[in-house]
């Protein structure tokens, strides 16, 4: 009796069939693409759709941060992408080249997860680089679980918000194993240690700060924890 209840009043009403369906993809595909990976469309019991393995399948894109597909009674299906936003460049080696012109060169997001470049964005161009990740050893969608790499970003992201004096970083190697080389001016390089950023970031601001009254320059400085 309640089975032929459930079927007649929710599982087989025609007033929750899906008849609209609301896709913000994030830019991250078409909404066909997205209909197709979830296997939603028009016309299907909005009852009978799995919402959990229509988020799984939307979640296994690389390019996909997060994914909420929740259901409108009686007949609208809302489904919502937020893409992962690339941070930075990674590649093995400073080849003098242009990462986005290296075949072994990836994007990663905040969190060192990897994308694939696809195609081009005048937008990557002025993403900071990090040499000495070996991107071989990962793919698409892995986070590339090395700290000093996730020390770089972090580093971007603290000297991006350092002014008075401002500090601009464009690269940085992570080859050494135990530090971030970073610089701005190709003259320069910049000793950090992986842990305790901001305090080396103080560090060199006053360094900046005495520099800047004289003629001199900065050609290297180590600004670890002693």
């Known amino acids: 009796g309640v089975n032929l209840f459930i079927e007649h009043f929710f599982t087989q009403n025609k007033s929750y069939e899906v008849r609209v369906v609301e896709v913000n993809t994030d830019g991250v595909m078409t909404r066909d693409e997205v209909l197709a990976k979830t296997g939603i ?16 399948a939307l979640t ?21 992408i937020e893409a992962r936003r690339p ?4 590649t093995p ?16 997001d905040a969190g060192g997860v990897m994308l694939k470049p696809q195609g081009f964005e005048s937008s990557h161009t002025r993403l900071p680089v990090v040499y000495g990740v070996p991107t071989e050893q990962w793919r698409a969608g892995q986070q ?6 996730l020390a770089a970003l972090e580093l971007f992201r603290l000297a991006g918000e350092r002014s008075n004096p401002e500090i601009k970083l464009r690269a940085a190697d992570i080859a050494k194993g ?3 080389v970073a610089w701005g001016d190709p003259q320069t390089r910049l000793t ?19 520099v800047g009254q004289t003629s001199r320059r900065i050609a290297t400085a180590n600004l670890m924890p002693e």
Not at 87 to 90: I, K, P
Request: include cysteine.
């Open 93 to 108: 080696r400073d080849t003098g080249v242009d990462p986005a012109a290296v075949e072994s060169s990836c994007l990663v």
């Open 144 to 149: 590339i679980e090395i700290p000093e790499l």
């Open 87 to 90: 941070v930075a460049w990674v």
């Open 41 to 56: 469309r028009e016309g299907l019991n909005i009852f009978s759709l799995s919402l959990e393995s229509a988020q799984n």
């Open 178 to 180: 135990w530090c971030v």
């Open 192 to 210: 950090f240690g992986v842990e305790n950023l901001p305090a080396q970031l103080d560090r060199l601001q006053l360094i900046m700060l005495h």
């Open 60 to 80: 296994s894109i690389p390019e996909v941060q997060s994914a909420r597909v929740e259901r409108i009674l009686p007949d609208t299906v809302a489904i919502e």
